[in-house]
């Protein structure tokens, strides 16, 4: 389709938006120029391009679940995507998170804002799965747009907590942890930018590990801002999570978030002792704003077994740990700002640009924006209102504070081999169907004191269950240096084979 050229009507609308005049003169000398211009725009437009999911053929999309099927609410729609070849995963049945390409199969972000769109593309973490021998059975329920970590804001209704239907099962992979407790799913993909994966993993009951930032390829999964956005697996065990976590992992051409991205056989770290491991309690991750006592007490035992297990235990305090949620928020009224303004693109970098998802979101938003959760409203309302009255110095200056932060915390690793504390300070809230919008913005922020942080920083960290009070269960979270993601999985793994805890 050809190019429409502007009128001198357009170029001065244009002009005048970006503060400068126009004159008749200059308008008719652009107009003999811009002709030319579009012709090679044009060359650029006209070329269709292709992707690597052809070979994928046995896709079918399938359909909702009936309730009965999926009692907790944990599924978007059951679907099957098979495998063209055997690997580490064959035989292995899959849950992706509900804004993870996968073409053919529709994805919406738990939102009515992108109902109907079908990616034409699989993600990177798509292709290796079915690489690997996978097959993707469920495409599973979220937190509209994934901004909340409680479970409760998705436009498919609330994900309810597998220990208890009146409690909810935290986000905003929600459903991710909650679709482990059904016998047909074996494995499933989160993605982190608060503590999206940990969270749930922490109120559910089951394993998730927020790998080190660009360890796993975020190339096509919707995102909020590249510099903190994270993809990692979610399991019953920790030998699942590393399972999964060697085929996901490792270099991507098409993602620009990567440098250099050391991967390990993680499995191999399973099995061993922690002789000779150093473990910090981090004070200032306990006794937080709406902390749980029987939480606190239950992650300092679990930390106590660490030491049991052979690990040496110290007190370490990280002061700018109970500051890093403001670095978090301004970073995330930019960053999404100008993702949406972009349509999910973005500019300035290489690597794979989402063309359908940018068409879809473009249109949709021009006609269904009403839709966009409250906490994604507030969020492109203070965010443009930042950049329109500030110049964007909020986030750039979040952005050199974060160095500041993560030297915080290294200087800590030196001494250490990895951090500790509870992954949510209380255990899962209870489901309130009537909840107002000042308490779902709060109930879908209050969670992220120890978690936020780290999707700042891109440490990894793991959260693995350790304990259960009053029916629901408390997470324990390690916290390690970038990229040795091996040494957390050996330290969750030797705490499960350790503790026995109430699974049912």
Known sequence: MALKLPTVDDLQRIAAALHFELTPAEAADYQLIIPQMFADLEAVDSKTEAHSCARFSARDPGRRPTRAEDPFN????????????????????????????????????????LDGFVPDLDATVTTRLLEA????????????????????????????????????????????????????IDLAIGGDQGGSIRIPASWSGVVGLKPTHSLVPYTGIVGIDPTFDHAGP?????????????????????????REVPVAPYREALGKDLKNLRVG????????????????????????????????????????????????????????????????????????????????????????????????????????????????????????????????????????????????PMKAVRHDPNRDRVGSLNVGWSNMGNTAPFDVTGHPAISVPCAKSNGLPIGLMLVGRHFDDATLLRAADAFERAVVWDKA
Not at 79 to 107: E, H, Q, W, Y
Request: include cysteine; aromatic fraction near 6%.
């Open 234 to 258: 979610m399991a019953r065990t920790v030998a699942d999570v590393a399972l999964l976590l060697e085929v996901i992992a490792g270099n991507d051409p098409l993602d620009p978030r990567q």
């Open 74 to 113: 944990a599924i978007v729609r059951f679907c099957s995507v098979k495998p063209a070849s055997s690997g580490k995963l064959s035989g292995k049945r899959v849950a992706v998170k509900d804004n993870t390409c996968i073409a053919g199969i529709p994805m919406t972000c738990g939102s009515r804002v």
């Open 133 to 184: 021998g996978a097959e993707i059975v469920a495409i599973t329920n979220m937190d509209n747009w994934a901004f909340a970590a409680s479970g409760e804001t998705s436009d498919y209704g609330a994900t309810l907590n597998p220990h208890n239907v009146e409690h909810l099962a935290g986000g905003s992979s929600s459903g991710s942890a909650a679709a482990l407790y059904y016998k047909d």
């Open 281 to 424: 309690i981090l004070s200032e991750g306990f006794g937080q704003i709406g902390a749980e006592p029987d939480v606190d007490l239950a992650v300092k035992r679990s930390i106590k077994v660490l030491g049991e297990l052979g690990a040496s235990i110290e007190h370490v305090s990280v002061p700018a740990h109970r500051q890093a949620g403001g670095l978090l928020w301004a970073l995330v009224t930019g960053g999404m700002t100008a993702t949406v303004e972009t349509n999910g693109l973005g500019y300035h970098s290489k690597g794979l640009y989402n063309l359908g998802l940018a068409a879809a979101l473009e249109e949709f938003r021009q006609t269904r924006a009403d839709h966009f959760p409250p906490q994604l409203k507030l969020t492109l309302l203070v965010g443009n209102y930042l950049r329109q009255n500030y110049s964007g110095r909020i986030y750039a200056k979040a952005q050199n504070q974060r160095r500041e932060l993560t030297a915080a915390y290294d200087k800590a690793l030196a001494q250490l081999d990895m951090l500790a504390m509870p992954t949510t």
